[in-house]
């Protein structure tokens, strides 16, 4: 079993830069990757980032490419988001999850509870 509890979370204004984390306990199997995810009030939750359990590799959606990175932290256990340049619709509610998918919600196994993060104008 794996559980997640991300943090950062917080209202900033646009342009600003926000790190989140995601704390991990229990253990991931190496070949899954461990993704960032967001939902806005109204819209379906969709891929932000992610990077891989047993290596560094990562990926992006084309909107958080060139403005967010996602990278391990020296405590191995703990995953961030850093995301900067924020603009209005960065706005959701941000979750880090554990699976053996990429950019599909359905294919994360384990989700953390979520933290808001609001961009103001």
């Known amino acids: 079993h794996v559980q997640l509890v991300e943090s950062g979370g917080g209202l900033v204004q646009a342009g600003d830069s926000l790190t989140l984390s995601c704390e991990v306990s229990?253990?991931?199997?190496?070949?899954?990757?461990l993704g960032w995810l967001r939902q806005a009030p109204g819209k379906e939750r969709e891929f932000v980032a992610a990077?891989?359990?047993?290596?560094?590799?990562?990926y992006y959606s084309a909107t958080a490419k060139g403005r967010f990175t996602v990278r391990r932290g020296n405590v191995k256990n703990t995953v961030y988001l850093e995301m900067s340049s924020l603009k209005p619709e960065d706005t959701a509610v941000y979750f880090c999850?554990?699976?053996?998918?990429?950019?599909?919600?359905?294919?994360?196994?384990?989700w953390g509870q979520g933290t808001q993060v609001t961009v103001s104008s």
């Open positions: 229990g253990r991931p199997f190496t070949s899954w990757r």
């Open positions: 999850a554990v699976g053996d998918g990429y950019s599909a919600p359905s294919s994360y196994r384990y």
């Open positions: 990077i891989n359990w047993g290596n560094p590799a990562t």
